[in-house]
């Protein structure tokens, strides 16, 4: 499926297990980016284990469907991409089924930035779970994700909370 667009704004379309690598590589340089503007320094031992264990997901998800990937291509170069696990969670009053998704990885290379293509990338996914019957979508975000996120629909929940176990 690709969505058609003028050719400086690029073309989105579905990733293939040939794309994993660029698709470990946008996901582990998101990390890098991170770190770095919090002021963190990143760990490349750390990010290397982050990158490999993400590309053996992508290799087992995305044939089976689990985890679907897009790409915004410019060309014959990826710039952005991102993705959706589709998980099986809680059924709840306002959401009866128990399939869900989570959004993540989502990333823009940082000189085709302020183009709305993070946007494009959600969107799609957005349309996709539609497509699929999936009533919740989750991501988590920082600072610099939420304006990308808000634009596309997503609203803060702020009866969430996480417990880390290890590093």
């Not at 690598?21 to 002021?39: A, C, N, V, Y």
């Not at 985890?67 to 959401?95: E, F, K, M, N, T």
């Not at 990333?107 to 930035?113: F, L």
């Not at 699929?132 to 997503?154: K, Q, S």
Request: glycine letters at 8%; one cysteine or more; a neutral charge.
């Amino acid at each position: 499926m690709t969505l058609p667009a003028a050719d400086d704004e690029g073309c989105v379309r579905l990733a293939t297990p040939g794309d994993i690598p660029l698709l470990e590589t946008h996901h582990r340089i998101m990390f890098e980016e991170i770190r770095r503007k919090s002021g963190d320094a990143a760990d490349p031992a750390v990010l290397g284990v982050v990158g490999i264990e993400y590309a053996k997901k992508l290799a087992r998800e995305i044939p089976a469907g689990d985890c679907v990937a897009w790409i915004l291509q410019i060309g014959d170069r990826g710039v952005s991409s991102g993705a959706i696990s589709i998980v099986s969670y809680v059924p709840v009053p306002h959401d009866p089924h128990s399939r869900i998704a989570f959004l993540h990885s989502i990333y823009t290379e940082e000189e085709y930035r302020h183009r709305h293509f993070a946007c494009r990338i959600t969107q799609a996914a957005a349309d996709y779970c539609r497509t699929l019957g999936i009533r919740r979508m989750y991501v988590f975000t920082n600072d610099a994700g939420r304006p990308v996120y808000t634009r596309t629909g997503f609203v803060p929940v702020p009866n969430m909370m996480i417990l880390s176990f290890g590093t």
